[in-house]
């Protein structure tokens, strides 16, 4: 079946700095990739929808210049983090879908817990 | 705007005990109403999902019923083992190509 891989898992990185989150589709081209956010005991809730050569569309409250979306190719999108700071600290789930599959085929990554200390 | 209410976990079980997950939605216009599951260490798969007012989607020993009279789209499993230990999501899709989504409950089954 289709799968997602998302890297890294986990991941601590100082605040101030940059850190990018990958999601791959394995075995099937991903035309349309979403980006996810999950703080404790709350929902999923979508950051940005990102189409394979197009700028992504960002959610409401989303600052687009401090979560870079790129998706550059039917395969990969990443998520960079700018000058993360401490309330960036989350989980970030991506998922994947493709255009023939009826709005039905959503594959999701594993997820990354980022921790900024 | 459109919403999921998800009872809230940790939800402990011993194994073959009936389990129920509540969910609740809002709504505009008519949503797909879909239950995923994550197992440790990997992403969320669909478990079941119905797009219409009294469907019952079901797999894998879980169902739930799309009950739009008490906008509702609870998960029941009469038996639950070990290996259903995970966190359940419920989730909504209207018009737009994304997805809603609820909280997650944990679901820890004993032996």
């Known amino acids: 079946g289709a799968v997602v891989s998302q890297h890294p898992s986990r991941v601590i990185c100082k605040s101030g700095t940059s850190v990018k989150i990958e999601c791959r589709s394995l075995?099937?081209?991903?035309?349309?990739m979403f980006w996810y956010r999950q703080f404790p005991k709350q929902s999923l809730m979508l950051m940005a929808t990102?189409?394979?050569?197009?700028?992504?569309?960002?959610e409401q409250g989303v600052e687009k210049d401090k979560f870079l979306i790129n998706h550059a190719s039917l395969t990969l999108s990443t998520l960079t983090v700018t000058s993360a700071h401490p309330e960036d600290s989350s989980f970030y789930i991506c998922?994947?879908?493709?255009?023939?599959?009826?709005?039905?085929?959503?594959?999701f990554g594993s997820g990354t817990r980022l921790t900024v200390v | 705007g459109d919403s999921v209410t998800q009872m809230e976990g940790p939800v402990t079980l011993s194994e073959e005990a009936f389990l129920t997950i509540n969910c609740t939605y809002t709504?505009?216009?008519?949503?797909?109403l879909f239950w995923y599951v994550q197992y440790p260490g990997e992403g969320l798969q669909l478990l079941l999902k119905?797009?219409?007012?009294?469907d019952k989607g079901s797999n894998k020993g879980f169902e739930a019923t799309y009950r739009k009279e008490t906008t509702s789209f609870h998960l029941e499993k009469g038996s639950v083992q070990v290996s259903d230990s995970a966190v359940y999501f419920c989730?909504?899709?209207?018009?737009?190509?994304?997805?809603?989504f609820g909280t997650g409950t944990r679901l820890t089954v004993i032996p």
């Open positions: 119905a797009t219409k007012a009294d």
């Open positions: 990102s189409n394979e050569g197009s700028k992504a569309t960002y």
């Open positions: 989730a909504l899709r209207t018009g737009a190509n994304n997805l809603f």
């Open positions: 998922s994947a879908t493709t255009s023939d599959r009826g709005g039905w085929g959503y594959t």
């Open positions: 709504a505009t216009g008519y949503p797909s």
């Open positions: 075995d099937f081209q991903a035309t349309t």
